[in-house]
């Protein structure tokens, strides 16, 4: 049972504790607390406990979008810069990588024409920076190399095409409606226990829509690799549904692989309703 939203009092507790902890990271940057409860309230769901976001990242990233002198120098200097590595499997040249940065730490900081607010503000602090940044370099930077042409797994539509036979089927739709509550409750159990970095990567790939492409040139890696890493991953995290399943669910064995066929067709929409707000 969830523990439900923190109470105002603990959750100003917690707020006031990231605000310390993210200006120990940044002393220089002197962000007023006020400023930054109020910016990051304006934006955290209710139910979203404080303290399992990113202080120090988070702090650097509201400094910038509040206009705290020195910010964006520190942003462009530090996490920004920091991206370069992660490029030069696309922009083979550093004035190549260098002029990217630039443009994107136009994108990232300046509002937009449209009147929106800068695209920094779309960082949500319950992951780090660095993840963050160098997805959304390596994204851009393949988009203007490449044009906005998708590559995608051969295996990507397999999901797609499973949930159409468990539509069409009468007794796997039997099925999904009378055990819809266990279904629920073991996805969100299965994908609770995938590790961490599992997890990282099954959200980019399955909730971003991040291609194969693009993780290979954010991992540093061939796509052949990804391809092998995302398959294991999902291996693994069916294969904790398949426990479950055996161990919770009360139907006789025949029904057993029925019912994970249904686990294998909601995969993908299950794990972008499990792992959306993980960015």
Not at 14 to 23: D, K, P, V
Not at 76 to 84: K, N, S
Not at 227 to 253: N, P, Y
Request: with cysteine.
């Amino acid at each position: 049972m969830s523990a439900g939203p923190p109470a105002p009092g603990d959750r100003r507790a917690a707020l006031e504790a990231l605000w310390r902890q993210g200006r120990s990271a940044w002393p220089a940057l002197e962000l007023g607390l006020d400023a930054f409860i109020a910016w990051v309230e304006s934006r955290l769901p209710a139910a979203q406990d404080p303290s399992q976001l990113v202080a120090a990242d988070l702090y650097l990233s509201v400094a910038c979008l509040c206009g705290v002198p020195g910010a964006a120098a520190a942003f462009v200097d530090g996490p920004l810069a920091a991206t370069e590595r992660h490029l030069d499997t696309i922009l083979r040249s550093p004035e190549a990588r260098q002029e990217h940065l630039q443009a994107l730490a136009v994108f990232l900081l300046a509002p937009d024409p449209t009147g929106a607010e800068p695209r920094l503000a779309q960082y949500s602090g319950r992951g780090a920076l660095a993840v963050w940044l160098r997805m959304t370099a390596t994204r851009r930077a393949l988009n203007l190399e490449r044009g906005k042409k998708k590559v995608v797994s051969l295996d990507d539509t397999a999901p797609d095409r499973l949930a159409q036979i468990a539509d069409s089927d009468p007794e796997l739709s039997v099925l999904r409606r009378r055990h819809k509550d266990e279904i629920a409750a073991i996805f969100r159990e299965a994908t609770a226990a995938t590790p961490a970095d599992e997890r990282v990567l099954l959200r980019l790939h399955y909730v971003q829509g991040s291609t194969l492409n693009e993780l290979a040139a954010l991992y540093h890696t061939s796509r052949s690799s990804l391809h092998r890493r995302i398959e294991a991953a999902r291996e693994a995290l069916m294969a904790r549904i398949a426990s479950l399943v055996k161990a919770r669910m009360r139907i006789d064995q025949s029904q057993q692989g029925s019912m994970l066929q249904i686990f294998q067709s909601d995969l993908r929409e299950q794990l972008r309703l499990m792992l959306r707000d993980e960015a």
